[in-house]
């Protein structure tokens, strides 16, 4: 076979040997690398502000409740189908600069022309190339706080100026003061994750409308779990707002976090515009056949929305009950509490085998834990541990 077993430049050893000498603390790189501290003066300035990207507790637990996740994988014969036809490309080429044919059945899907879509190796991928598209140094983004961390990290990469806007004490929106600060501040992005992750709060229409309508700004309305969402999607603004974008993931509710797809879709004049910064050939040939699979059995989307709504609920009502614990009501596929001791909680959970999120560390949600609804098996164990609090 044709496997070549790189190695790397600058007296480099191979990853075994090279890990081996860092632990010894003997770094012998090559005589002109430079120490860590020279090092960092060469690097981005804002990386001194930005935490390396951790998920506390892992990504392995019998009950994994910490990521948004469906808890429902693929069934076994769509997985056959998808890797059949995956097994008749060629893998020796490369694809096309732009999934075309993802582009294509998810444009057909939505509805919309094909101009308006651009495909990307999973929302933060598209994250990043609107993100290079709007801003740079001296540019300010509109963010409500608190909302996904990637916004923050993003904005501070490329030296611009955050406009943070409260949520409401009960983590709504405060769309007057997003207004406001708008106008103001004279901000050139807005970005508004809606519903939000981590408050699981939404957005009306009208509200987005009106942001969008009033500020001379791009607005990226992130709609990651919009599945899940009792408010309409802002995908119908985009013909009559140029100034628009929906973000759109597959991880969610189509359950395929795993494979990486994510969408924006805009106007064809602004997406030609902020398709620029994409890296080519981000998405490879897998994740194109699987979305189109996965968007021709599209009911089995639909059925297990269905399932997670319905325990959403249930599990909401479960929790109004017990007094240790606020529950939030929520308009994603996972809910927030609030507990007395949020890192004793996620520790007792933890040890239960049910891994949590600890979001106590956003603005505003002290002492509050993320989890998404579950298997009904998950999350009766989830609710009953919460119930001996
Ligand atoms: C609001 C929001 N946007 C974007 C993403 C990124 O999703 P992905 O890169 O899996 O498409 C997430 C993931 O949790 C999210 O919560």
Redesign the pocket.
């Known amino acids: 076979m044709f496997f070549v077993n790189y190695l790397p430049c600058c007296g480099l050893q191979p990853a075994g040997h090279y890990q081996e000498t860092m632990i010894a603390g003997k770094n012998n790189i090559g005589e002109n690398c430079m120490m860590q501290s020279d090092m960092k003066m060469l690097l981005n300035p804002a990386l001194k502000e930005i935490a390396v990207y951790k998920v506390e507790g892992g990504q392995q637990a019998e009950i994994k409740l910490n ?2 996740e469906s808890p429902f994988d693929l069934p076994l014969w769509l997985k056959e189908e998808i890797l059949g036809e995956f097994q008749m490309e060629p893998w020796n080429r490369y694809p096309e600069i732009l999934p075309y044919r993802g582009m294509k059945a998810y444009a057909d899907f939505l509805g919309v022309p094909v101009e308006s879509v651009l495909m990307s190796n ?4 598209m ?1 990043y190339t609107i993100f290079l598209a709007c801003l740079g140094p001296g540019r300010k983004v509109l963010i409500p706080e608190p909302s ?1 961390s ?1 916004y923050e990290k993003l904005a501070l990469l490329l030296q611009s100026k955050i406009v943070r806007v409260p949520m409401q004490p009960g983590l709504d929106f405060d769309t007057e003061a997003i207004l406001r600060s708008a106008r103001d501040e004279k901000v050139d992005f807005i970005v508004l ?1 809606t519903p ?2 981590p408050t699981s709060k939404s957005l009306t229409l009208d509200d987005i409308r009106n942001i969008a309508g009033s500020a001379n700004a791009i607005v990226l309305v ?1 709609e ?2 919009i599945e899940f969402s009792r408010e309409r999607s802002a995908l119908e603004l985009i013909r009559e707002m140029p100034n628009v974008i929906v ?1 759109r ?4 509710a189509l359950a395929l ?1 795993g494979i ?3 969408f924006a879709v805009c106007n064809p004049a602004l997406m030609q515009e902020i398709a620029k910064p994409k890296i080519p050939f981000a998405s490879g040939r897998l994740a194109e056949i699987t979305l189109m699979r996965v968007l021709a059995n599209y009911s089995l989307v639909t059925d297990t929305v269905s399932y997670i709504l319905h325990q959403r609920e249930k599990v909401y009502q479960e929790l109004l009950s017990i007094d240790a614990v606020e529950v939030f009501a929520s308009d994603t596929n996972f809910l927030i509490i609030r507990v007395g001791d949020a890192s004793s909680v996620f520790r007792t959970l933890q040890h239960e085998g049910i891994l949590v999120r600890n979001v106590s560390g956003y603005t505003m949600m002290e002492n509050c834990l993320r989890f998404n609804v579950g298997l009904v098996e998950e999350n009766q164990r989830l609710v009953r541990k919460l119930g001996t609090l």
Request: no cysteine; glycine share 8%; hydrophobic share 35%.
């Open positions: 990521q948004n999973g929302s933060n991928e994250l996904f990637l994750s939000n992750n992130d990651a779990y973000l993931t597959m991880s969610k976090a990486r797809i994510g």
